[in-house]
């Protein structure tokens, strides 16, 4: 008879081998089939390429679990071949200024103006202070008030959020210098002071950017940059101390530069205009959704309405028609928000927006120069804008709006006001009711291109102004440098400087009907 203790000695080593050969079985099932050896760093040179499709050959029978395992690996390797190539042709890289071309600006804003306190309106990133919604003219969220002369650190702050930013300037489509050129020279255009110290900030960075390896490359051509003021403002033609502006344009370096202003000139080649910032900054698409469908739903009971104020020392100013119609219009029909400057009432935001939201037409004439940011809230509040010179949008913001104009604006010419030749009301009032709806959703679902979305969110569903400007470098400095190639002349786009509306509204030199409106001696 067998020993108790021997059987029962042997009986756990069985039991123990085959616990020992059970756990070395699952752990090597496990490190064969368990794991994804394709997201270890460095070990994607052990899989040969043929050993993918082979499990996805129909030919071979295979797990399904197995097989579904090896598409899943293929499809993630696939989304990140994707994202790597996304940004290529779209990458950007942005210059480390000296801080006093930017920076030092913001921290000295109470010396930027004589008459607001700047430093309220730089805060948030250039949006200035949150609106709020106490009267419900808002929303809770996304709305600030912003300066129409905050475009340069808005901007700035969108781009330091680019999804294509590279520290490598050989691979960039584009170079960005965040240079605050509007801030810099408005502290200046008032006080008296000499054209050495308007000029002083853009010759200090010209110099600057000579001295830089990537200016080199084209010559500057594929460097942007952002003045947020208008054009004018920026082209003194002479060295007199009574003359308006510095000469920031006629520098030769940034002639060469793709230069963005508020307001550009329709006779010169390297700038161009991109939206005014308005009040609404959405961080995301719920937002705009939202503030589109309540612009939708708005009973709008008066006809037009303009905010303003005459301009008594501008010969050829047809303000004053304006107004006079304005308020010789038919009881009701007609809202004029004026803004002088003891009442401030169109300082006020909620001011203008209420009478845009209730207004069908939003009468935008000239004033001091061709555009006003006033064009940008009308649209924010689903109000359709009417102009008054083809110069005031058609040919500025030739990225952000549609170039058949007649969808979404109305013309009348200036000259027809001057000459008391027609009657707003009248013209308005005879556009048909099915008309004036489909041109309002035109309106309506342009919002979001003329917005500078909150760089702390995201839009998916839209582009925003700043990635349609961005896109307009790109391809602009596509072009600049493809011709370079060509050997197509220094200049670029070869075409006289006095045609450039025509030639980047229309992609056309040929006569037009606007000719008219650009004849030279209107600057």
């Given amino acids: 008879m067998e020993n108790p203790i021997a059987a029962t000695a042997r009986s756990c080593r069985n039991k123990f081998w085959f616990v020992f050969f059970s756990v070395m079985f699952l752990f090597w099932y496990l490190l064969i089939y368990g794991l994804d050896w394709f997201s270890f760093p460095g070990t994607s040179f052990l899989f040969k390429q043929s050993s993918i499709p082979f499990a996805l050959d129909p030919n071979v029978k295979t797990n399904p679990k197995n097989s579904e395992l090896m598409k899943a690996i293929i499809s993630k390797q696939d989304d990140e071949s994707v994202m790597q190539d996304s940004c ?127 200016w080199n490359v084209m010559g500057g051509k594929d460097h942007f940059m952002v003045a947020g003021r208008i054009t004018w403002d920026f082209r003194r033609l002479d060295e007199d101390d009574s003359s308006w502006g510095n000469k920031l344009m006629l520098l030769p370096e940034f002639q060469n530069m793709t230069v963005l202003t508020i307001e550009s000139s329709p006779w010169s080649k390297n700038d161009f205009a991109i939206p005014y910032p308005s009040y609404f900054h959405p961080s995301t698409d ?122 979404y604006s109305v013309l009348i010419p200036e000259n027809d006001v001057r000459e008391n030749k027609v009657s707003i009301e009248r013209i308005l009032s005879g556009i048909p009711k099915s008309r004036v709806a489909e041109m309002r959703e035109e309106v309506i679902r342009l919002i979001p291109r003329v917005v500078y979305a909150d760089p702390g969110g995201r839009l998916e569903r839209f582009k925003d102004a700043f990635d349609l400007t961005v896109e307009g470098v790109i391809n602009r400095v596509g072009k600049l440098r493809k011709e370079m190639k060509e050997g197509k002349g220094e200049s670029g786009f070869d075409f006289e400087e006095e045609n450039s509306w025509k030639y980047y509204t229309f992609e056309t030199l040929e006569k037009h009907e606007w ?7 209107m600057k």
């Avoid at 408005?186 to 000029?199: A, I, M, Q």
């Avoid at 937002?287 to 469908?293: E, G």
């Avoid at 000719?515 to 001696?521: A, K």
């Fill in 515 to 521: 000719d008219q409106f650009f004849r030279r001696s």
């Fill in 286 to 407: 719920d937002q705009v959704f939202r503030w589109q469908s309540r612009m939708r739903r708005l009973r709008r009971r008066t006809l037009f309405s303009f905010a303003g104020a005459p301009r008594p020392n501008m010969e050829e100013s047809i303000r004053g028609q304006i107004i006079r119609q304005c308020l010789r219009s038919t009881k009701g029909r007609c809202k004029l928000l004026e803004c002088r400057p003891e009442t401030k009432k169109c300082d006020n935001p909620y001011n203008l927006m209420k009478m845009f939201q209730s207004s069908v037409f939003c009468l935008e004439p000239p004033g001091d120069s061709f555009t006003r940011r006033s064009t940008f809230d009308s649209i924010l509040a689903g109000c359709i804008p009417v102009f008054f010179t083809p110069a005031s949008a058609y040919v500025q913001y030739i990225w952000h709006l549609p170039v058949n104009h007649t969808g």
């Fill in 88 to 214: 290529s042709g779209r990458y950007i890289y942005v210059y480390d200024l000296p801080s006093r071309f930017n920076d030092d600006l913001i921290r000295e804003c109470k010396l930027l103006s004589n008459w607001v306190d700047m430093c309220d309106y730089l805060v948030n990133m250039g949006f200035g202070h949150v609106l709020g919604n106490p009267h419900r003219i808002f929303q809770d969220k996304g709305w600030f008030s912003t300066n129409q002369f905050s475009l340069e650190p808005i901007f700035h702050a969108r781009i330091k959020r680019y999804e294509c930013l590279t520290n490598d300037p050989a691979v960039a489509a584009a170079v960005f210098v965040p240079y605050y050129a509007g801030l810099d020279v408005g502290r200046y255009l008032w006080g008296g002071f000499n054209t050495s110290v308007r000029d002083s900030g853009a010759r200090a960075l010209a110099k600057w950017l000579r001295g830089r390896p990537e």
